[in-house]
Each structure stands twice: as C-alpha cells, then as structure tokens.
C-alpha cells in the first residue's frame, strides 16, 4: 500500500491518487490499512496532504488532518 510507482512524472503511492482525486473511501481504508500520509512524491516533494491541498480536496485535507492527530 505504501509502494510507489511512476505517474504524471512522479513516483506516487496510491494515497496520494486518492487525494488528488477526492476519492473519500479510497483514502479512508488505505489509512486505515496504514498507509502512510507523509510519504513525498519524488517530483514535487509533496505528501498526500499537500496533494489533497494543491487539488482543492477539503474532505481528503481534513481526512489526513484527523488521522495524523490520532497518531
């Protein structure tokens, strides 16, 4: 869950599709699985908060907020 392969130019994890996308769920149990939300992609330097920032994905930003203050 937290392996990373190349797309748009950056190697990603799939969190961070998921933040950029907006996709809730998708976001919620890869979390919950344990994907790790401070992964940085390699062309942007930018974990999946920054990807659901950049994207506008306020669901996802709080989503991670919640989950990084569990932790």
């Not at 937290?2 to 998708?26: C, F, I, K, M």
């Not at 907020?65 to 932790?71: D, H, T």
């Amino acid at each position: 869950m937290n392996g990373r392969w190349v797309h748009w130019d950056a190697d990603v994890t799939p969190l961070h599709l998921a933040a950029s996308q907006g996709h809730v769920e998708a976001a919620r149990l890869l979390l919950a699985a344990g994907a790790d939300s401070t992964i940085r992609d390699s062309q942007h330097d930018s974990d999946a908060l920054g990807w659901a920032s950049f994207f506008q994905k306020p669901d996802i930003v709080r989503l991670i907020v919640e989950q990084r203050g569990k932790a």
